[in-house]
C-alpha cells in the first residue's frame, strides 16, 4: 500500500503505532518545552491560560496521571508544576475534587467593530440560483456519463441495478436516507464514532443528578441561546480542549452543526451573500444543505498544505467554509502559513465558517488549534457531539462573530424555541464532572484499533491504494487507478453487503476515484470483512 509524500491525498503522516506525546489541555506539546525545564514550561502556559481566560475560577485541571500519560512525561513533573502554581495562589488542591483554578483571568479586550456588510438585491441571489442549479444539474450529468465510460474500462465490476440508482445521482437529497436505510452486513459509512459505545450508564446517572435537582419552573420554555448551564459548559470545554477563549453569552446551543449552518444561511443572506465558497473534495452533505438554502459553493481546491487561498480569493466569495483541522475527506491539516494567508483574506472582510467537526479524534499528531481561537471576528465556529457521543441526540453549538449573534438568536428563536433542556443540562453534567473527557480517552484507543486494523487490511487486499488522513478523524480515504469508476465500485460492494462511499460524491471538479470508509463504528472483523470484499471486487 503506497502513502508516499505526493499530492494532498497521498500525504504519508506519522506512522502507525506511533503515538504523538501531546495533550488536548490547551493544545500543549511537549516538544515546544525548552530541554530540562518541564516542568517550568508546563507552568508558564497554565498561568498564561489563566491570564487569557481559558482557564477561569473553578476550571479543574486534568488529574496529574492523566496529564503526564498524555504528555509522555513522568508524574513528578505535572506534581511539581502544579506545586508551583498552588505556591504562587493560581490553583488549590481539593482532595478528590482535584485541582481547582483560584485566580482570576486578565479581562479580555472586547471585539473589534466591524462594518456591517450591505444588503444585495434579492431579485438577483434568486436568478444567481437558478442558473448555479442548472449548472450544477448540467456538471453532474457529464461526470454521470464519465462514469458510464469509466465502468467499461474499470476492474471493479458493476452493481446491481437497485445500488446503482442508489449511488447514480450525489444531489438528490434523500440520497443519505436510501444509503442508511440499505441494508448491509458491513457498514462503512464515514462521519459515525462507536455507537456502540455510548455511555449509556454515565448518561442515566447524569441525567438522575439533573432531575434531583431540577425546580417546577426548569421544566418551562427556556433561553433560546441554550441553557446557561450548557453554555458554560462548552465554553470552559473550548477553552481546554480548542484553544478558544469565550463568555458563555457567544454560544448559541444548536440541534447539531446541520441546524448551525441552516441559521448562518439565514443571517447570510440578509446581508446579501448568495455563495459559500467550499473545499474540493469536501462533504456533499454540506454541499446538500447550501444548495437547499440557496447558497452557491464554488469548489476551492486542496493540496498537502490545506485549502489554496490564491483560488479562494479568486472565486470572489466573501464567506468561505472550512474543516482546517482535519480535512473531510483527505484529512489535511491546514498549515501555519496557509493560516495566515486565510487571516489575511478573513482580514480583507471575508468570513470564515470553521466547521469543528471531529477535531477531538487524533492518534498520530499533537492537537491543532481551532482558526477561531485566533481570529474570533472572522470567524463562525461550529461543533457538536455527533461524532463524540452520538448524532441522535442532535446537540452543538455555534459561536459567531458579534454583529450575527442577535440576528442567529432570532433565527433559533423562531425555528424551535431553543434545544430541549433535559439533554442539555445531562451533558453540561458529563462535561463539568469529566465524565466526557473519560469517555474521550477511552474512544480514542477503541478507534485507534480499528483504524489500524482497516489500515493493515487495505495494505493485505488493496495494496496498490493510497492511504489518506491516517493521523486523526473517523475515517479514511483510499484513492485508487485512475480508470476505476468509484461509483461502480460502491454499487457493487453494498450489493455485496458492504456500505461504502465514493470519493467522487464529495467532489465538485474531476479527481482522482477512490472511497471513503468509516472504521470507528465497526468491528476489527467486520473492518477485514469489509475490505476483503472490496479487494475481491477491484481484482
Known amino acids: 500500500m503506497n502513502r508516499s509524500n505526493g499530492s494532498p491525498s497521498d500525504r504519508s503522516i506519522t506512522p502507525v503505532g506511533k503515538a504523538v506525546a501531546a495533550s488536548d489541555f490547551l493544545q500543549l506539546n511537549p516538544a515546544d518545552a525548552p530541554r530540562g525545564g518541564m516542568s517550568d514550561w508546563l507552568a508558564r502556559q497554565i498561568r498564561r491560560a489563566v491570564a487569557e481566560g481559558l482557564l477561569p475560577p473553578g476550571s479543574r485541571l486534568p488529574a496529574t496521571r492523566v496529564l503526564a500519560d498524555e504528555l509522555g512525561v513522568s508524574r513528578g513533573v505535572v506534581t511539581e508544576a502544579y506545586r508551583r502554581l498552588t505556591e504562587d495562589g493560581h490553583v488549590e488542591g481539593r482532595g478528590r475534587a482535584g485541582t481547582v483554578v483560584l485566580a482570576a483571568p486578565l479581562v479580555r479586550p472586547p471585539e473589534d467593530g466591524v462594518t456591517e456588510r450591505g444588503r444585495a438585491g434579492s431579485g438577483r441571489a434568486a436568478g444567481h440560483r437558478a442558473e448555479h442549479r442548472a449548472g450544477e444539474r448540467g456538471t453532474e450529468e457529464r461526470r454521470a456519463g464519465e462514469r458510464r465510460a469509466a465502468a467499461r474500462r474499470t476492474g471493479a465490476r458493476d452493481g446491481g441495478s437497485e445500488e446503482r440508482a442508489l449511488f447514480g445521482d450525489p444531489l438528490d437529497t434523500g440520497v443519505f436516507d436510501a444509503l442508511r436505510a440499505a441494508p448491509a452486513r458491513v457498514d462503512l459509512s464515514p462521519g459515525l464514532p462507536d455507537l456502540a459505545a455510548f455511555p449509556r450508564a454515565a448518561w442515566l446517572r447524569a441525567e438522575r443528578a439533573v432531575l434531583a435537582g431540577l425546580v417546577p419552573a426548569d421544566f418551562g420554555y427556556g433561553d433560546p441561546r441554550g441553557t446557561p448551564a450548557l453554555r458554560r459548559a462548552v465554553a470552559r470545554w473550548l477553552a481546554l480542549n480548542r484553544g478558544i477563549a469565550a463568555d458563555p453569552d457567544e454560544v448559541l446551543i444548536v440541534a447539531g452543526t446541520a441546524q448551525a449552518l441552516g441559521l448562518l444561511a439565514l443571517a447570510l443572506k440578509d446581508e446579501g451573500v448568495t455563495?459559500?465558497?467550499?473545499?474540493?473534495?469536501?462533504?456533499?452533505?454540506?454541499?446538500?444543505?447550501?444548495?437547499?438554502?440557496?447558497?452557491?459553493?464554488?469548489?476551492?481546491?486542496?493540496?498537502?498544505?490545506?485549502?489554496?487561498?490564491?483560488?479562494?480569493?479568486?472565486?470572489?466569495?466573501?464567506?468561505?467554509?472550512?474543516?482546517?483541522?482535519?480535512?473531510?475527506?483527505?484529512?489535511?491539516?491546514?498549515?501555519?502559513?496557509?493560516?495566515?494567508?486565510?487571516?489575511?483574506?478573513?482580514?480583507?472582510?471575508?468570513?470564515?465558517?470553521?466547521?469543528?467537526?471531529?477535531?477531538?479524534?487524533?492518534?498520530?499528531?499533537?492537537?491543532?488549534?481551532?482558526?477561531?481561537?485566533?481570529?474570533?471576528?472572522?470567524?463562525?465556529?461550529?461543533?457538536?457531539?455527533?461524532?463524540?457521543?452520538?448524532?441522535?441526540l442532535r446537540v452543538g453549538w455555534l459561536l459567531a462573530p458579534r454583529r450575527y449573534r442577535d440576528a442567529l438568536v432570532d433565527a433559533k428563536r423562531f425555528a424551535d424555541l431553543g434545544n430541549a433542556a433535559l439533554p442539555q443540562l445531562v451533558l453540561a453534567h458529563l462535561m463539568e464532572s469529566g465524565e466526557l473527557e473519560r469517555h474521550l480517552r477511552f474512544l480514542r484507543r477503541r478507534h485507534r484499533g480499528r483504524r489500524d486494523a482497516m489500515i493493515a487490511a487495505l495494505t493485505d487486499r488493496l495494496p496498490g491504494a493510497v492511504v489518506h488522513g491516517a493521523a486523526a478523524g473517523l475515517h479514511l480515504t483510499v484513492t485508487l487507478d485512475p480508470g476505476c469508476d468509484d461509483v461502480a465500485l460502491a454499487a457493487a460492494a453494498l450489493e455485496r453487503g458492504v456500505k461504502a462511499q465514493p470519493l467522487s460524491w464529495h467532489a465538485q471538479r474531476p479527481g482522482r476515484p477512490g472511497l471513503v470508509l468509516g472504521y470507528a463504528a465497526s468491528t476489527p472483523s467486520a473492518i477485514r470483512e469489509g475490505v476483503s470484499v472490496l479487494g475481491d471486487l477491484l481484482h
Open 275 to 392: 455563495r459559500v465558497a467550499l473545499e474540493d473534495p469536501s462533504s456533499l452533505g454540506i454541499r446538500q444543505h447550501l444548495r437547499n438554502s440557496g447558497l452557491e459553493s464554488p469548489p476551492v481546491p486542496v493540496d498537502e498544505r490545506g485549502v489554496r487561498v490564491d483560488a479562494l480569493r479568486a472565486t470572489g466569495a466573501r464567506v468561505a467554509l472550512l474543516t482546517p483541522a482535519h480535512q473531510f475527506p483527505t484529512g489535511v491539516v491546514l498549515d501555519g502559513e496557509r493560516r495566515r494567508e486565510l487571516a489575511d483574506w478573513a482580514r480583507d472582510g471575508g468570513l470564515i465558517i470553521e466547521d469543528d467537526y471531529d477535531a477531538e479524534h487524533r492518534y498520530d499528531r499533537p492537537p491543532v488549534p481551532a482558526l477561531r481561537s485566533t481570529l474570533a471576528d472572522h470567524v463562525a465556529y461550529a461543533g457538536s457531539v455527533s461524532k463524540l457521543l452520538a448524532p441522535a
